[in-house]
């Protein structure tokens, strides 16, 4: 089954930007989406299809995806943007997600 | 104004069965791909089950395969979920999802806890 690797933590500096990575065998052949989820509160969609953003999402972030890695970045950190990042494709017919990243602005 | 409510969790004993409901509000529900996707405590999302537009084509990740069912009501705006045999590892929060590919809207989640 396919499998994707996501760093357990990052942390940026409030104002910097953090490089969110999603590993996979030949990720770029797929479709790759990312969720922010907040402690107690529903996973929102930030970044679609490797790199669209859905109405409602800042410009600050941005999706990329080649090779064996997809990244997400978010551009001027903002203490709001304290969260578990999840990144997920689907697989023969199923959905898979990584495991998340719990991204910390210091 | 679109919305996914979700509810049906609660505390439920090993090999029990527990049925979720998803009720939507904002859109018809025969236009979408609907899903369950779950988070255990101290754990990341995983997907567990999607259907099409008319029920036609459903999927399951491999370790709900034969104890859970996903379907919908169209009629009543509704997607399901029936568990069956539950196990301690099924406790999670259960979200439902709108979308093809990207899970483009979430509800709130509803606690499924197995225990004895």
């Known amino acids: 089954s396919y499998e994707l690797t996501q760093p357990l933590s990052v942390s940026v500096a409030l104002g910097q930007t953090a490089s969110l990575t999603c590993g996979g065998d030949?990720?770029?052949?797929?479709?790759v989406h990312w969720y922010q989820q907040k402690p107690g509160q529903a996973p929102v969609l930030v970044i679609s299809?490797?790199?669209n953003r859905p109405s409602g999402i800042p410009e600050r972030f941005s999706g990329s995806n080649s090779g064996n890695t997809a990244t997400l970045t978010i551009f001027r950190a903002q203490a709001g943007d304290e969260a578990d990042y999840f990144c997920?494709?689907?697989?023969?017919?199923?959905?898979?997600f990584g495991g998340g990243t719990k991204l910390t602005v210091l | 104004e679109l919305q996914l409510v979700e509810s049906g969790g609660g505390l439920i004993q090993p090999g029990g069965s527990l049925r979720l409901s998803c009720k939507v509000s904002?859109?018809?529900?025969?236009?979408?791909?609907m899903h369950w996707v779950r988070r255990a405590p101290g754990k990341g999302l995983m997907w567990v089950a999607r259907?099409?537009?008319?029920?036609?084509?459903?999927n399951y990740v491999d370790s709900v395969k034969g104890r859970f069912t996903i379907s919908r009501d169209n009629a009543k705006n509704t997607l399901y979920l029936q568990m069956n045999s539950l196990r301690v590892e099924d406790t999670a929060v259960y979200y439902c999802?709108?979308?093809?590919?990207?899970?483009?809207?979430w509800g709130q989640g509803t606690l499924v806890t197995v225990s004895s």
């Open positions: 999802a709108r979308g093809y590919e990207p899970l483009e809207y």
């Open positions: 904002g859109f018809p529900l025969s236009g979408y791909w």
């Open positions: 259907v099409n537009g008319d029920a036609s084509s459903t």
């Open positions: 030949l990720i770029e052949n797929k479709n």
């Open positions: 299809r490797d790199r």
């Open positions: 997920q494709v689907w697989d023969s017919g199923t959905g898979v």
